[in-house]
């Protein structure tokens, strides 16, 4: 009988460099052309608690009483890359197509500016998450 210990051996070497090369992958490391390349945006989660934070929850139900959409139930803002909001939405909605998104961004950068005073002249970063704290859109919309 032949001991299993040495056809492991390489399948253990493979499996260690598979993950070492997410490490790497994951550290962020990458080229200088490619960091020249990629204009700077702070990446979000891709996935977030489903109860969004108490203030998100107050400015969402505003939003809702001035007519905004009902499935909405957090708004947060803070900063973003460039000096811009990073705006980030929490929806019920199950929804994912680009039609509804466009609304919905229309409706709450609309309330933003002309309800909460945000300026969004130089534009802004959106995040919308879903019931189940899914990212379903994000986007780039700096000027």
Partial sequence: MRPLTRPAAPAARLVLAGVLAGVLLASGCSSEAEDRAAPPVT???????????????????????????????GIQRGPGAGGVPLVTVWTRGEERDAGRFDALKVSVTGYLEREEGVSLERGYLMDVFGPDGSLRHRLDARR
Avoid: N, Q
């Fill in 43 to 73: 990446p979000g989660p891709a996935v977030t608690v489903t109860a969004a934070p108490d203030e998100a929850a107050r400015t969402a139900e505003r939003y809702r009483r001035s007519g905004g959409a009902e499935d909405v139930y």
